[in-house]
């Protein structure tokens, strides 16, 4: 089981920037997927991005195209989500999450592990 900590949410300005950070514990980082999620107040969970193990892949959701870049530093363990021209519906708590395997998904159920989550909220 890998350990997932998000790191670099915040309160931002509609239009806006912000990179979102997940750094991974172990040796395994570079084999596996990783994805980012979202969760807004009274809504279930949604994809937002993912990225293949070597990050030749990605996907994202229609809403975020466009506007957010997923990326990952292998050597680091590192996954990131940069987040531009953000809006008032990207307010939610992103999650990280460790794929099962090394190919891009959308679906929550083929991701074993779970970040804690960080807050991201857009205000004027």
């Known amino acids: 089981q890998v350990q997932l900590v998000e790191s670099g949410g915040g309160l931002v300005q509609p239009g806006g920037s912000l990179r979102l950070s997940c750094a991974a514990s172990g040796r395994t980082f570079g084999l596996y997927a990783m994805g980012w999620f979202r969760q807004a107040p009274g809504k279930e969970r949604e994809f937002v991005a993912a990225i293949s193990w070597s990050g030749g892949s990605t996907a994202y959701a229609d809403s975020v195209k466009g506007r957010f870049t997923i990326s990952r530093d292998n050597a680091k363990n590192i996954a990131y989500l940069q987040m531009n021209s953000l809006n008032f519906e990207d307010t939610a708590v992103y999650y990280c999450?460790?794929?099962?395997?090394?190919?891009?998904?959308?679906?929550?159920?083929?991701?074993?592990?779970w970040g804690q989550g960080t807050q991201v909220t857009v205000s004027s």
């Open positions: 999450a460790r794929a099962r395997g090394p190919g891009v998904s959308a679906a929550t159920r083929t991701y074993d592990d």
